[in-house]
């Protein structure tokens, strides 16, 4: 490696290094922001939220790095301007392109080692970032139930707590439990306490509330609607009461089979053929919909002796009823409509769900490909866009950087929400921002390798000739 390709490296690692190391911080604190009030005061050891805070750190770097290099690639080739370094290059038959070769093959390799990162590592410390997270709250029993606001964690109830205190917050206040295992019939049953006290049992397998000096409400549902309107109800008063709750799904030996149905926590592979299989299963779904909902309506009448379908009239279906039988009809299908329209409405809600899920392993898939492109174009962007301004420093590439990068994540995210809400194809929704930027880089790397400046004092002057006659 000659001398210009070791000084021209040096000048772009030195401050790309740090400048991913910051980024990284940044957007890591807004994640941990978002977890602040529940992490913060829990009684939870500091390596544990040092090594949580590493696994969210690698979820974040395909946020980092494409800002990271644009930056680096600024910086270095505004300092190159401003110090007359590229103008020595050229003066000494050196192009562009050559002097800038080995930062070309260096972001190639960022490319490829991104996607690596991306596809392999970044999958694995997501799951084990939330397995963590999981851990955490089957240690710390109190850690997701906030005071002042229900918690529906546990199925069949909501739990409301006025305050939490002592080691670890297992200590309850203020104490109110909302039985909701009967949900067709309401809410009948409530537990309130004064006190009580949170800890896992049974190899952790339960999770056990005590609950102290406390009382029980329930409505008695009455089958006779004399009784129903009497509005019966009961109460009993208790001195210490305990409730459990499997905790099965946190179990430790089965929570990375759990965990890897989140598309999150997906290679390449993994999420083609988890997509796969769910645009196999809605197709199964759409097909025992039809067969089912066809079933329903059947107008053949048939003889239960012989077993011989009858033909009936089918214009007017009452009229093969009894005079007697047609309000008993009439009901008949209006409960049997609103049966059918809640099925409708649920096959609706399900096929969404599985259309979005399917959705959102394409984006993902298509995310871990796009995210070397994008690090290429934000190269191709700064560099020729810092030769051209010829400004070191910090302040103006920062600004700079900034804007451009505001620029991408306000591509990549509108047309990521577009591809979630099946406006456009998944594919398309990933490597669209790239597609507008990319003839940006190219323009700009074709002025700078072409020394022409990107807005000629020529046609300032006839821009700004031609507002001064329109003022007079």
């Known amino acids: 490696m000659k001398k210009l390709d070791l000084y021209v490296l040096k000048s772009f690692i030195r401050p790309l290094i740090p400048t991913l190391g910051i980024m990284v ?11 602040v009030d529940d992490l913060a005061g829990k009684g939870i050891e500091w390596y544990v939220l040092l090594e949580l805070l590493f696994y969210w750190a690698a979820s974040v770097v395909p946020f980092a790095l494409p800002v990271s290099v644009l930056f680096a690639s600024l910086l270095t080739f505004g300092n190159f301007g401003e110090h007359y370094e590229l103008a020595a290059m050229k003066s000494s038959g050196i192009s562009l392109f050559r002097g800038i070769r080995s930062l070309i093959i ?32 089957k240690s710390k029993p109190a850690f997701h139930i906030t005071p002042g606001i229900f918690y529906n964690g546990f199925q069949g109830y909501s739990i409301k707590i006025g305050s939490k205190e002592g080691e670890g917050e297992q200590l309850l206040n203020d104490i109110y439990i909302y039985d909701h295992k ?18 896992p049992v049974a190899d952790d397998r339960y999770l056990e ?22 509005m019966p109800w009961a109460r009993s008063a208790f001195d210490t009461a305990y409730l459990r709750f499997p905790l099965t799904n946190f179990s430790n030996a089965d929570l990375y ?25 809605i197709t199964e779904r759409q097909q025992n919909f039809t067969k089912n909902l066809k079933g329903k309506y059947k107008f053949d009448y048939i003889d239960v002796a012989s077993g011989v ?6 214009e007017n279906v009452m009229g093969n009823l009894l005079s007697g039988m047609r309000l008993r009809a009439s009901q ?7 049966s059918n329209l809640d099925y409708l409405k649920q096959m609706e809600r399900e096929m969404n769900w599985r259309r979005e899920t399917r959705i959102r392993h394409y984006l993902e898939y298509y995310k871990k490909f796009a995210l070397g492109a994008s690090v290429m174009i934000m190269f191709f962007i700064g560099a020729p866009l810092g030769s051209i301004i010829r400004k070191g420093g910090i302040g103006l590439p920062l600004v700079i ?32 921002p790239s597609l507008i930027l990319a003839p940006i880089a190219l323009w700009l790397t074709k002025s700078a390798s072409s020394d022409t400046a990107l807005v000629s004092g020529e046609w300032f002057s006839k821009v700004m000739a031609r507002l001064n006659s329109n003022k007079s």
């Open 401 to 432: 950087s900034t804007i451009a990068f505001l620029i991408f994540h306000i591509l990549n995210t509108t047309f990521e929400k577009m591809g979630r809400e099946l406006l456009i194809e998944p594919g398309a929704a990933i490597w669209l």
């Open 106 to 137: 260096l972001n190639i390799a960022i490319a490829f080692g991104a996607f690596y990162f991306y596809n392999n590592v970044i999958p694995v410390a997501n799951l084990k970032g939330q397995s963590l997270l999981i851990n955490i709250s």
């Open 25 to 35: 911080f940044f957007f890591l604190m807004q994640m941990v922001w978002k977890y």
């Open 332 to 338: 008949n299908a209006i409960r049997l409509a609103r």
């Open 182 to 199: 009967e949900a067709k019939k309401g809410n009948l049953k409530v537990l309130t306490a004064a006190t009580g006290m949170m800890r």
């Open 209 to 230: 509330i005590e609950l102290h000096n406390g009382a029980t409400y329930e409505d008695i549902d009455k089958k006779f609607r004399e009784e129903r309107q009497k």
């Open 257 to 281: 089979k759990t965990r890897r149905k989140d598309f999150m926590m997906m290679n390449t592979q993994q999420l083609k053929e988890t997509a796969d299989t769910l645009a196999l299963q």
């Open 309 to 314: 379908a009858m033909n009936i009239e089918k």
